[in-house]
Nanobody
Framework: QVQLVESGGGSVQAGGSLRLSCVVS?????????MGWFRQAPGNEREGVVV???????SYADSVKGRFTISKDNAKNVLYLEMNSLKSEDTGMYYC???????????????????WGQGTQVTVSS
């Protein structure tokens, strides 16, 4: 059974940093699945922040390029999102997501992602 558990959210001042973690169980993150981070601000639709496909190719939203970095620790089976130079518009609930094996995925759609964590809240104050 696949489970994703996020942590690391919190409240920070603009310009600050946070690192989100997504502990994965039920499969090894080195396997060929898409994984990604999505976020949803109050009143807004959920949007893709970054996805990494089964081959390791990463796609970032333009709004976070150069500030956010996705990474994996295969030994710990954990997906990370390093967030730097945070802005108030980065505020929202952040979700970790994973697809089934060998599915293709793209940043602009969550359709490929069958597994979701419960989310971790990020609040950036200006």
């Amino acid at each position: 059974q696949v489970q994703l558990v996020e942590s690391g959210g919190g409240s920070v001042q603009a310009g600050g940093s946070l690192r989100l973690s997504c502990v994965v169980s039920g499969y090894t993150i080195s396997s060929p699945r898409c994984m990604g981070w999505f976020r949803q601000a109050p009143g807004n639709e959920r949007e893709g922040v970054v996805v990494v496909d089964g081959g390791g190719s990463e796609s970032y939203a333009d709004s976070v390029k150069g500030r956010f970095t996705i990474s994996k620790d295969n030994a710990k089976n954990v997906l990370y999102l390093e967030m730097n130079s945070l802005k108030s518009e980065d505020t929202g609930m952040y979700y970790c997501a994973a697809s089934n094996p060998y599915w293709t995925c793209r940043l602009g759609s969550s359709a490929a992602f069958s597994y979701w964590g419960q989310g971790t809240q990020v609040t950036v104050s200006s």
